[in-house]
């Protein structure tokens, strides 16, 4: 289990949050009940499973649903 | 494709928008009407392409989001060619985003000012003995790093070896610098001013305690208020019932233009964004300026406070005790001087350093047969005299007589709140001194500013004895003070008052405090940015800065009533949109998206004032900032 700490672009529109909330959780090997997205910072923090999903496929389906990642760590 | 659609809405905003002002120059102008038509069909399918797409985008999720009304009220204005309306409608959608995006940056632009203090690269000792600049996050526990003059402590850590001076006002607000040498506690964010320091990380990253502060304010301004839960809630269903409205009246009144209409007016917007809006911008302020909140529950309460608690010591006072009068009787007062000075630097009481400091440098004697008594003072024997220092009941235990002048300069040293050290030499009164926590500079005018705000009772608590209590009580004008309180007595205390229904806060040092501190329903600890008191408090002013207390005090009451200001405007909005909808004529889809966004800007415009608030000069008395 690693813990991810991803900055995005600024959000804007209050239906940003369920969106990529909606994204992630539709995603395998994301724990659901770590997973906070801050609207104020911008910013996405989960721990998930990193043998049921990589941390690249993570980030692109942030992309999919339209944000840009700024900056992804993972620990 | 998608990413290069995303990455250029503001351009596309831009296009959409010089391509509608164009159509209706050459309408007004020229009147071509075809011209007019082709230039707003191809504004519209332009505009509506960003749209459409982050509809779609949120649909795969199952997410009913602003984009999807629009874009069906679009379609729909589309069907009924009303291409006027439908290129409007994306321009004002696309410009307003663009807008929002400006301005919420603004409000966010505080804790990004704390955010970029924190360090982003160290030098770090390789295995080959050089130093190789590393990007912080490979930086781990137990790694020696370089600090060279002027650049950031990395870490938190320990000094290996080298000297410099540190300016540590990131963490304790404190912008004297303190020196640093070999085994110093040194902390990440703090900044070298000069000197090079070798030091071993201890903690990195978030662990320090300047990531949990930027932690700390982070998640403050994420943490949700009653009333946002229930807006975040609402919204979830808001949208799809909306959508579902629209679908209901076109159904039933075949009405195209009043299903668009509505999707459009049903746009939630001020009221989802407005009171997170207030928040950030309020935690913000205070985060720039050394006072930490710890999120919108505490603004609440603090907002509504009726009474606010203090601890003495360290908190209205400096906690450093000092000599304020020195009393002398009969001669052979220098050596009465070197006496009490040799004895009192063998001795570890609190009192001994205020009278050290007093008489200052000077040829200390031999000191033999010395006797504690204990609760009474030291006897012993200094340069072949017998000498007593202590308080007055060990004075008239070994006899020393005390004469009328004496015995009235002590009454009124007790009055007026000293402690009494009192100096014989050979059965002789020599010296009477008082000594005194000196009250912090400035507290008296910060307690009138709170008085002012609306803070109804100041009460002090203290483990001191109550003339002292009684003293500073008078001096600094509060409400009810009480000495002799134990910690568990104040915890007693507050919560007694919280029983009969008082909002209360109490103003500690996070340490001996700690349980009145999280009993009250606001805890405030006067910490140098220790973790305890980060961590236990709702409330933290940074640099121990008593003064900070009026401005966190009135900037929670401002960022209370911006955010009730926000709700009635956005709530305000929706049911006038409402109201001309169903009462007006002159409602249409370009209007209510107008308004929307309007509303929209004007709540986050509002959150914005908050930045920039400082307490009103008629609330701050005295000269000091």
Same mark, same amino acid.
């Given at each position: 289990?690693?813990?991810?700490?991803?900055?995005?672009?600024?959000?804007?529109?209050?239906?940003?949050?369920?969106?990529?909330?909606?994204?992630?959780?539709?995603?395998?090997?994301?724990? $659901?009940?770590?997973?906070?997205?801050?609207?104020?910072?911008?910013?996405? %923090?989960?721990?998930?499973?990193?043998?049921?999903?990589?941390?690249?496929?993570?980030?692109?389906?942030?992309?999919?649903?339209?944000?840009?990642?700024?900056?992804?760590?993972?620990? | 494709?998608?990413?290069? &659609?995303?990455?250029?809405?503001?351009?596309?905003?831009?296009?959409?928008?010089?391509?509608?002002?164009?159509?209706?120059? @050459?309408?007004?102008?020229?009147?071509?009407?075809?011209?007019?038509?082709?230039?707003?069909?191809?504004?519209?399918?332009?505009?509506?392409?960003?749209?459409?797409?982050?509809?779609?985008?949120?649909?795969?999720?199952? =997410?009913?989001?602003?984009?999807?009304?629009?874009?069906?009220?679009?379609?729909?204005?589309?069907?009924? %060619?009303?291409?006027? $309306?439908?290129?409007?409608?994306?321009?004002?959608?696309?410009?307003?985003?663009?807008?929002?995006?400006?301005?919420?940056?603004?409000?966010?632009?505080?804790?990004?000012?704390?955010?970029?203090?924190?360090?982003?690269?160290?030098?770090? /000792?390789?295995?080959?003995?050089?130093?190789? $600049?590393?990007?912080?996050?490979?930086?781990?526990?137990?790694?020696?790093?370089?600090?060279?003059?002027?650049?950031?402590?990395?870490?938190?850590?320990?000094?290996?070896?080298?000297?410099?001076?540190?300016?540590?006002?990131?963490?304790?607000?404190?912008?004297?610098?303190?020196?640093?040498?070999?085994?110093?506690?040194?902390?990440?964010?703090?900044?070298?001013?000069?000197?090079?320091?070798? @030091?071993?990380?201890?903690?990195?990253? $978030?662990?320090?305690?300047?990531?949990?502060?930027?932690?700390?304010?982070?998640?403050?301004?994420?943490?949700?208020?009653?009333?946002?839960?229930?807006?975040?809630?609402?919204?979830?269903?808001?949208?799809?019932? &909306?959508?579902?409205?629209?679908?209901?009246?076109?159904?039933?009144?075949?009405?195209?233009?009043?299903?668009?209409?509505?999707?459009?007016?049903?746009?939630?917007?001020?009221?989802?964004?407005?009171?997170?809006?207030?928040?950030?911008?309020?935690?913000?302020?205070?985060?720039?300026?050394?006072?930490?909140?710890?999120?919108?529950?505490?603004?609440?309460?603090?907002? %509504?406070?009726?009474?606010?608690?203090?601890?003495?010591?360290?908190?209205?006072?400096?906690?450093?005790?000092?000599?304020?009068?020195?009393?002398? *009787?009969?001669?052979?007062?220098?050596?009465?001087?070197?006496?009490?000075?040799?004895?009192?630097?063998?001795?570890?009481?609190?009192?001994?350093?205020?009278?050290?400091?007093?008489?200052?440098?000077?040829?200390?004697?031999?000191?033999?047969?010395?006797?504690?008594?204990?609760?009474?003072?030291?006897?012993?024997?200094?340069?072949?005299?017998?000498?007593?220092?202590?308080?007055?009941?060990?004075?008239?235990?070994?006899?020393?007589?005390?004469?009328?002048?004496?015995?009235?300069?002590?009454?009124?040293?007790?009055?007026?709140?000293?402690?009494?050290?009192?100096?014989?030499?050979?059965?002789?009164?020599?010296?009477?001194?008082?000594?005194?926590?000196?009250?912090?500079?400035?507290?008296?005018?910060?307690?009138?500013? /709170?008085?002012?705000?609306?803070?109804?009772?100041?009460?002090?608590?203290?483990?001191?004895?109550?003339?002292? =209590?009684?003293? @500073?009580?008078?001096?600094?004008?509060?409400?009810?003070?009480?000495?002799?309180? /134990?910690?568990?007595?104040?915890?007693?205390?507050?919560?007694?008052?919280?029983?009969?229904?008082?909002?209360?806060?109490?103003?500690?040092?996070?340490?001996?405090?700690?349980?009145?501190?999280?009993?009250?329903?606001?805890?405030?600890?006067?910490? #140098?940015?220790?973790?305890?008191?980060?961590?236990?408090?709702?409330?933290?002013?940074?640099?121990?800065?008593?003064?900070?207390?009026?401005?966190?005090?009135?900037?929670?009451?401002?960022?209370?009533?911006?955010?009730?200001?926000?709700?009635?405007?956005?709530?305000?909005?929706?049911?006038?949109?409402?109201?001309?909808?169903?009462?007006?004529?002159?409602?249409?889809? #370009?209007?209510?998206? /107008?308004?929307?966004?309007?509303?929209?800007?004007?709540?986050?415009?509002?959150?914005?004032?908050?930045? %920039? *608030?400082?307490?009103?000069?008629?609330?701050?008395?005295? #000269?000091?900032?």
């Amino acid at each position: 289990m690693k813990s991810a700490n991803i900055q995005l672009e600024t959000l804007v529109c209050p239906s940003c949050t369920q969106k990529i909330d909606g994204a992630l959780k539709s995603l395998d090997g994301i724990k $659901e009940d770590t997973l906070k997205i801050s609207f104020a910072t911008s910013k996405v %923090r989960f721990d998930f499973d990193e043998e049921a999903v990589r941390i690249e496929d993570i980030e692109k389906a942030i992309n999919k649903v339209g944000f840009e990642v700024i900056k992804s760590r993972v620990k | 494709m998608q990413r290069f &659609i995303f990455r250029n809405k503001n351009k596309i905003a831009l296009i959409n928008g010089i391509l509608i002002a164009l159509a209706f120059i @050459i309408r007004w102008t020229a009147g071509y009407m075809e011209i007019f038509t082709g230039l707003l069909v191809a504004a519209s399918i332009l505009g509506l392409i960003p749209i459409a797409l982050q509809a779609y985008q949120a649909l795969r999720v199952k =997410v009913v989001s602003i984009d999807v009304l629009v874009t069906m009220a679009v379609g729909g204005a589309f069907a009924i %060619r009303n291409f006027e $309306e439908s290129a409007i409608v994306t321009f004002l959608f696309l410009f307003g985003a663009y807008l929002e995006q400006r301005t919420l940056n603004k409000t966010r632009s505080a804790i990004k000012a704390l955010t970029e203090m924190a360090p982003e690269t160290a030098w770090k /000792l390789m295995d080959d003995g050089e130093f190789e $600049e590393i990007d912080i996050d490979d930086v781990d526990e137990g790694d020696t790093l370089l600090v060279k003059t002027g650049a950031k402590v990395p870490v938190d850590g320990r000094v290996l070896s080298g000297e410099g001076s540190i300016n540590e006002a990131s963490i304790t607000g404190e912008s004297i610098p303190v020196a640093k040498e070999a085994g110093s506690g040194v902390f990440a964010g703090t900044l070298l001013d000069n000197g090079t320091l070798q @030091i071993v990380a201890d903690r990195v990253g $978030e662990d320090t305690t300047f990531g949990k502060i930027i932690e700390l304010v982070e998640e403050a301004q994420e943490s949700k208020s009653e009333a946002e839960r229930f807006i975040d809630r609402f919204s979830k269903y808001y949208t799809p019932a &909306i959508l579902l409205v629209a679908i209901l009246v076109f159904l039933f009144t075949r009405n195209v233009e009043l299903a668009v209409t509505i999707l459009v007016l049903g746009c939630p917007g001020a009221l989802v964004i407005g009171v997170p809006v207030s928040n950030v911008a309020g935690i913000g302020n205070g985060a720039s300026h050394g006072v930490l909140l710890k999120g919108s529950e505490v603004i609440r309460d603090f907002s %509504r406070l009726d009474t606010m608690i203090f601890d003495k010591t360290g908190t209205l006072t400096q906690g450093k005790p000092s000599v304020a009068e020195v009393q002398s *009787y009969g001669d052979g007062i220098d050596e009465a001087r070197v006496f009490l000075a040799s004895i009192e630097r063998e001795s570890d009481h609190p009192l001994a350093l205020a009278v050290l400091d007093e008489i200052g440098e000077t040829d200390y004697l031999e000191v033999t047969d010395t006797h504690v008594v204990k609760g009474g003072g030291i006897t012993a024997s200094v340069g072949g005299c017998r000498v007593i220092v202590g308080n007055q009941a060990l004075m008239t235990e070994e006899g020393v007589p005390l004469s009328e002048q004496v015995r009235e300069d002590m009454r009124r040293l007790e009055r007026s709140g000293h402690s009494l050290v009192l100096t014989a030499v050979d059965g002789e009164l020599k010296l009477l001194m008082g000594i005194r926590d000196p009250i912090r500079p400035g507290v008296a005018d910060d307690l009138e500013s /709170l008085k002012k705000l609306g803070v109804k009772n100041l009460v002090m608590l203290s483990g001191d004895n109550q003339g002292t =209590v009684d003293a @500073i009580s008078s001096e600094l004008g509060l409400t009810r003070a009480y000495g002799h309180m /134990l910690p568990e007595d104040k915890s007693a205390y507050v919560k007694d008052l919280i029983g009969q229904g008082e909002i209360v806060a109490f103003v500690g040092d996070g340490v001996n405090d700690s349980p009145s501190l999280a009993l009250a329903h606001i805890g405030i600890a006067m910490g #140098s940015g220790t973790e305890v008191a980060i961590e236990t408090s709702d409330v933290v002013l940074m640099n121990s800065d008593f003064s900070r207390l009026p401005h966190a005090l009135g900037l929670v009451k401002a960022t209370s009533r911006n955010m009730i200001q926000n709700i009635v405007i956005a709530v305000g909005v929706v049911l006038a949109l409402l109201a001309s909808l169903i009462f007006g004529e002159w409602m249409n889809m #370009s209007i209510g998206m /107008l308004v929307h966004e309007g509303s929209i800007l004007v709540v986050i415009l509002n959150g914005m004032r908050l930045l %920039r *608030y400082k307490l009103r000069p008629s609330y701050r008395l005295g #000269s000091r900032e």
